[in-house]
T-cell receptor, first 115, second 112 residues
Framework: DVKVTQSSRYLVKRTGEKVFLECVQD?????MFWYRQDPGLGLRLIYFSYDVKMKEKGDIPEGYSVSREKKERFSLILESASTNQTSMYLC??????????????FGQGTRLTVV | KQEVTQIPAALSVPEGENLVLNCSFT??????LQWFRQDPGKGLTSLLLIQSSQREQTSGRLNASLDKSSGRSTLYIAASQPGDSATYLCAAPPSNTGKLIFGQGTTLQVKP
């Protein structure tokens, strides 16, 4: 089975802290994604990556950065955490398959609270 | 721009009922459509993926259909059980990049 593992289920951080959320997948997938999920707003894409050291902005990249130094690992960085970044963060991966084949798999989520 | 809509937002049914969850999308040129399940406070579990060339996919008591011409997909759950209670989300990629556009989800409660 495909496994996407996020390093923490729950995190509490202080305003202004630099926060790292880690995600590892074990299926050699090319694509990796970070989403956040908020009540009433649904899932929104923050950043994604198609390959090592490659990244592209999603719909809401402000206040975030990412790092992908190895194919299996994709990190989300909150440069200076703010209370409006309190959210559920979800990592996903998918293969760079043929058209229509790329099934996405998600991690268990990280509930981040910024106080 | 692809938009995905799920109606209703919530659904409550007695155990044993067969039910249908709806998903609508605006751009018929989709690459695939994926259905997920999410339990409270948890991540998303992939249920079914329908490729653009397919009309339906089945897994156990679940059957998902895709009608590109009408911009609709349905998830059929047979003989519902309390353990099926969860939020169900559909999502479609706007291109072959793997990025997903999600619906808002339908929260299902199956009462014993």
């Amino acid at each position: 089975d495909v496994k996407v593992t996020q390093s923490s289920r729950y995190l509490v951080k202080r305003t202004g802290e630099k926060v790292f959320l880690e995600c590892v997948q074990d299926m050699d997938h090319e694509n990796m994604f970070w989403y956040r999920q908020d009540p009433g707003l649904g899932l929104r894409l923050i950043y994604f990556s198609y390959d090592v050291k490659m990244k592209e902005k999603g719909d809401i990249p402000e206040g975030y950065s990412v790092s992908r130094e190895k194919k299996e690992r994709f990190s989300l960085i909150l440069e200076s955490a703010s209370t409006n970044q309190t959210s559920m963060y979800l990592c996903a991966s998918s293969p760079l398959g043929q058209k229509g084949i790329a099934e996405a798999f998600f991690g268990q989520g990280t509930r981040l609270t910024v106080v | 721009k692809q938009e995905v809509t799920q109606i209703p937002a919530a659904l409550s049914v007695p155990e044993g009922e067969n039910l249908v969850l709806n998903c609508s999308f605006t751009d018929s040129a989709i690459y695939n459509l994926q259905w997920f399940r999410q339990d409270p406070g948890k991540g998303l579990t992939s249920l079914l993926l329908i490729q653009s060339s397919q009309r339906e996919q089945t897994s156990g008591r679940l059957n998902a259909s895709l009608d590109k011409s009408s911009g609709r997909s349905t998830l059929y759950i047979a003989a519902s059980q309390p353990g099926d209670s969860a939020t169900y989300l559909c999502a479609a990629p706007p291109s072959n990049t793997g990025k997903l556009i999600f619906g808002q989800g339908t929260t299902l409660q199956v009462k014993p």
